[in-house]
């Protein structure tokens, strides 16, 4: 499958639930994304986030409920669904001591990739990193270590895409690029699941906003029909964090 891909793709989260010595930490959370479509899991530090993301990703196991793609159960499909579910981790894992081309060819060689050097080169002029290919992993910018871990992601050409804070600790100008980078995957048709403290990357990313507090969906709306209401997810979010604090 190609990156400019139009196969539908759907990944739901069914009634969700995980407990760590008998403390729940998400209850009954179910939501779905489906291709061309930004999905953003918003929340306080503790409130689930990085758990969900690590069972839609395959490295937790629910206590209840189901991970379907495709109508399939993730544990039934699992060397197709680490195929098909990339993983942008929030902290840059690169590989520091290969260049950046080793480091992506390494990465290929593990998921199988064919043609992997015509691929790199690809990836490589569409997130504008040609000219660090030959660099370590130690000597990146942020900006450049996030352009490459998106490309990590995209070698396998997988349909589904998971970013975790993606955007943490850029400057803007670098942030809104990377915006324009994510819109881009959008377009060719990557179901994306982010997650993200930035209010304002959320109204402009995503279609579908959700909020987890104490492991259970709060809220769940369209950014462009809060920003119709003269209100915003700032607002929202603040409302919401002092509403359960009561």
Partial sequence: MSLNSKKF??????RVSKAYDKKMVLEEVSLEIHSGM???LLGPNGAGKTTLMKIISDLATPTAGNVTLDGKKLDEIRKEAHLRI???PQDNN???DLTVRDALRCYSWLFGVKNYDQKIDKLAEQFDFVDMLGKLGSKLSGGYAQRVLIARALLPDPDILLLDEPSVGLDPDVRHHLWDLIGLLKEQGKAILLTTHYMEEAEALCDEVCFLQKGKVTWRGNPADLLARSTGLEEL????VRKEGK
């Avoid at 793709?9 to 069914?14: A, G, I, M, P, T």
């Avoid at 979010?237 to 919401?240: P, Q, R, S, V």
């Fill in 9 to 14: 793709v759907s990944l739901k989260v069914d």
């Fill in 38 to 40: 930004i999905l953003g």
């Fill in 86 to 88: 990339g993983v942008i």
């Fill in 94 to 96: 690169l590989e520091r």
């Fill in 237 to 240: 979010f603040l409302d919401l």
